[in-house]
């Protein structure tokens, strides 16, 4: 496959994720945000931008104007609008790559989204937006499953929606656990939301919500797709799939990369990891999966061509 | 004339379906047959069949230089061009004779010169022209072959019988066009094609791919199509002739160039490339031999060719067969190479180079088309009847500045064929692009691109000014 086509479809899937990944950290924080709380709106806000990854800008947030930004502004590059229209414009570069099935899907919500943007009038419309998302998303992804064949290019698909995940769930819970004294149960429901985990989470621990037990379930739990070990667990198997059909033996390098972060989650204990630090734990994560990016990238994208003709 | 056909008006151009009298043509009698006995609403419906089928494909081209929507769906008419199998034959014959010649002849001047030497063509005209390509002198190419795809536009005089308007030599599009419609015409007229006997045209893309490889060096075929990207007029049918034919679609970002050899980026390393199959311009090619502002392209690729280490179809330098003014020496050319008369003649040409013939053209602009020498697809052209006088004194001061760049040829009026617009059948004017493949040998699809244009009256078929296409039928018998 060549290296431009399996790029795009790698930024095709990672830029998707991001804005389903925003869509339902927005719809989780919009229903929360209905209660009355101790913190003030705009502390909760700051605390979206956080767990987002987006940098605290200077000076107040205005609640309303804040929500358009991140759904609808083509000019805040972390909004929906913005990662589905790079999304598609992947998609675009390789089209006769995807199924015609997907392209329409991903074309249908782009023009949702975009068109939406002058629509945003009343209170209610950016929930019926986020809505529409997730719901696009579900459809996306079930098309792309269904419609194209599961080789290496629906591989770097996989990988870039599970890179993208496991670069996200980390920053998430970062934002959530260094706030976590003044936190109440509302604020922690918000986080399973934002992971569409909360029933997931009360199956396996009940309603009881513990912060080291959510961190365990969203942190460590092997079979619940939003933790961030599962999202490893299936980078590895897709990095696994790819190193097979291709021939160059600098592949090891990124299993040992890839391998090396499943252990770091499969074999930690939540005790363990909350007393040295949930902080750095995440932080460590993410180093990682930014090595394992790059690594990806010079081993099948952007190799130096002596290397490859030496091979 | 009966129900459909009540407002059919037959003048002074050819009919392709109706005699003079207003009686149909034998090899068009079932057709006419099909429309006499078919309901109007009937025809309304297969219309928008058609339609739906080809937006869904998504088959649509780009006009430059318009800002809002550029992407556009290709208009298709939904009766068939048909071409009797007595017709076909002698344009296969003219067809195959014209590209043999020119193969010959590029041949010739980019090594012996000797029709240049035997004063056959002025020197002058050669090396003047835009497209002719001194980097290429006594670069060797496998086979000969220059030319290996080449879409030739034929028009149908009033008299019937079929010249060349134009040799489109360099990265011929539409052939995709061509085999969509027919997909299209199939679902909707199966009967007709059962009655008919329509020769086929789906084996196209083998042939093309048949083509390439016989360029291929001994043992070595991966072959690739080389597109400028998305942003491209063409990329849709790039994409479809790479799917049909099973090979990457590259983009000049994929390809590099090492120790005069071509590889292509893959996710297993570099993969060596040994023909291109190029939709990109000779101008666009390698910066590092050509124009150097060009992104599309690849640097050193014109090295790795002239090594002998990568095939280019077609050859670099094939615009100096295809200028207009060196079209008006064709039937010359094809006499000196082959010692035969043209099968397919020529449209009478003046140049503007020649005192006498400029001087008459200038003076009587009004009764002619004047064409820049090195444009296509409709752009650059002053249509003399239809022209106002301001635009016709700017073309004249175009060409006394640069007569070089310019030709004239008489006003013709194009054969028009039955189309359906708007509920009515009306006559429309045609024209007839078949695609002639050239590698082990001479290959030529039965059928083409009849491209129509669907204004009343319009003589310009080129789909940038309005152009549309339809589905053009060679009858085996």
Known sequence: MLSRVADSLYWMSRYFERADHCARVLEANYNLMLNPSKASTEERWHRIMASLGIAATAGGIDPQMAMIKLTSDPGEESSIASCIAESRENAGQVREQISSEMWEHLNRLYHYVTRANSRLETDSDPLRLLVAVREGSYQFRGVTAATMSHGEGWQFIQLGKYMERSCALPVLLDAYFSTAGEADDLDWVGLLASCAAFESYCKVYTADLKPDSMAEFLVLNPEFPYSVRYAVERMNEAIAAISKTSFTHETRRIERIAGRLRAFLAYAQITEIMTRGLHRYLKNVIEQCKSLHAAVHEVYIDYPIQSALEA | ?477
């Open chain 2, 1 to 477: 004339m009966p129900a459909p056909f009540s407002e059919y008006e037959i003048d002074a151009a050819y009919d392709e379906m109706f005699r003079p009298g207003g009686r149909p043509r034998p090899h068009y009698k079932n057709l006419y047959n099909q429309l006499l006995n078919l309901p109007s609403e009937e025809l309304h419906r297969s219309k928008k069949e058609a339609d739906l089928s080809f937006f869904n494909q998504g088959i649509t081209f780009t006009v430059y230089g318009r800002a809002e929507s550029t992407e556009q769906i290709f208009p298709n008419d939904l009766l068939p061009r048909i071409i009797s199998s007595a017709e076909w034959a002698t344009i296969e014959r003219g067809l195959t004779q014209r590209i043999t010649a020119l193969n010959l002849f590029l041949a010739d001047v980019y090594h012996e010169r000797r029709i240049l030497k035997d004063r056959v063509i002025p020197g002058e005209i050669i090396y003047t022209c835009k497209h002719f390509r001194r980097q290429m002198h006594g670069v060797r190419v496998p086979r000969d072959v220059y030319i290996s795809v080449a879409g030739t536009d034929l028009i149908r005089l009033p008299d019937g019988s079929f010249v060349v308007l134009e040799d489109n030599l360099r990265v011929p599009s539409g052939v995709s066009y061509m085999l969509t419609s027919r997909k299209v015409m199939k679902q909707i007229f199966p009967a007709l094609f059962r009655k008919c006997g329509v020769r086929p045209i789906e084996q196209y893309s083998q042939a093309l791919f048949s083509t390439l490889r016989s360029l291929a060096p001994e043992g070595r075929s991966t072959i690739v199509l080389l597109t400028p990207g998305v942003y491209n007029s063409a990329y849709f049918e790039h994409a479809f002739l790479a799917r049909q034919m099973g090979i990457e679609l590259v983009e000049g970002r994929d390809l590099v160039v090492h120790d005069n050899r071509v590889y292509m980026r893959t996710t297993s390393g570099l993969q060596r490339v040994d023909v291109i199959y190029r939709r990109v311009d000779d101008d666009f090619v390698d910066p590092l031999a050509f124009r150097v502002d060009s992104s599309l392209g690849v640097a050193g690729l014109f090295n790795a060719y002239r090594a002998g280490n990568v095939v280019l179809a077609n050859a670099l330098g094939t615009g100096v067969a295809d200028d207009k003014a060196i079209y008006s020496y064709v039937p010359k050319i094809i006499r000196y190479y082959l010692g035969e008369d043209p099968v397919v003649d020529n449209v009478e040409t003046f140049l503007m180079t020649d005192r006498a013939q400029r001087e008459h053209v200038c003076g009587n602009l009004e009764k002619y088309v004047v064409k820049a020498v090195g444009e296509s697809g409709g752009y650059g052209m002053l249509i003399g009847p239809h022209s106002s006088s301001a635009q016709r004194a700017e073309f004249r001061d175009r060409i006394l500045a640069d007569p070089r760049n310019y030709i004239a040829q008489p006003t013709l009026t194009l054969s028009a064929a039955p189309c359906f617009m708007d509920g009515r059948i009306e006559p429309r004017h045609v024209d007839l692009r078949p695609y002639v493949l050239f590698g082990e040998k001479v290959t030529i699809v039965p059928g083409g691109l009849t491209r129509v244009a669907l204004r009343k009256g319009s003589l310009v078929v080129n789909s940038s000014q309005g152009g549309g296409s339809k589905d053009t039928w060679v009858l085996q018998n």
